[in-house]
Structures are given as structure tokens and as C-alpha cells.
């Protein structure tokens, strides 16, 4: 069975840093590409940055290049979003999904198949 879980969320002032993991079972890293995702109340839900494994492959949506940084730990079956100089507008509950077999647009959440529950990242000013 395929699961994700997220963890690392919580409050923290604007400047500050948090680093998100997820947990991935029931399949192997390698074999997918793992986004996060964010979804602010009343907004839609937008893809942060992927990882691919296999061979290190980054993407970062343009709003969060330069303070957000992907990292996996295959031993742990383990993706890592370390999230540098939060702002107010990072506030969001952040996902983490587990892409389809070939993703095209890999920041499109409409890619992915499974996903975590979610872990709220709270920015204050």
C-alpha cells in the first residue's frame, strides 16, 4: 500500500526556517518523481518543488527558488523540504505526492496519484 506522511510543520516567525519531511511506503524513491505541494485557504493548490530521485533531478516553482531546497534520503525512503526565509505568504498546509510513472508537468498537482495528509506551516509577521 502506498503512503506518504508528512511531518516537520508548525509556527514560526517570518525569517525563519522549518524543514518538512516525507515519510514514502510501499514503493521505492527511485522509481517516482515526489512533489510538494502547498494550498492556502481559499487558494488553490500549487506545486512548491519535485525531486527525482534517480538521478537528482530539481524543480522549484519561481516564488520559492533561492529559500526552499529538495533533498532525498533513499536508505529512508525519506524527501526533504528545508524551507529557508519563510514569509507570511508561505503560510499554507503543505503535501507531499507521489507523481504518476511519467509526469510532464511535474509542478502540476493534476500528475500526481497518492498524497500525504498535510502538515500546516503557520508564517508569522
Known amino acids: 500500500e502506498v503512503q506518504l506522511v508528512e511531518s516537520g510543520g508548525g509556527l514560526v516567525q517570518a525569517g525563519g526556517s522549518l524543514r518538512l519531511s516525507c515519510a514514502a511506503s510501499?514503493?521505492?524513491?527511485?522509481?517516482?518523481?515526489i512533489g510538494w505541494f502547498r494550498q492556502a485557504p481559499g487558494k488553490e493548490r500549487e506545486g512548491v518543488s519535485c525531486?527525482?530521485?534517480?538521478?537528482?533531478?530539481?524543480y522549484y516553482a519561481d516564488s520559492v527558488k533561492g529559500h526552499f531546497t529538495i533533498s532525498s534520503d533513499n536508505a529512508k525512503n525519506t524527501v526533504y523540504l528545508q524551507m529557508n526565509s519563510l514569509k507570511p505568504e508561505d503560510t499554507a498546509v503543505y503535501y507531499c505526492?507521489?507523481?504518476?510513472?511519467?509526469?510532464?508537468?511535474?509542478?502540476?498537482?493534476?500528475?500526481?496519484?497518492?498524497w500525504g495528509q498535510g502538515t500546516q506551516v503557520t508564517v508569522s509577521s
Open positions: 505526492a507521489r507523481a504518476l510513472l511519467y509526469p510532464t508537468r511535474v509542478l502540476s498537482p493534476y500528475e500526481y496519484a497518492y
Open positions: 510501499g514503493f521505492t524513491l527511485d522509481d517516482y518523481v
Open positions: 525531486i527525482r530521485s534517480r538521478d537528482d533531478s530539481t
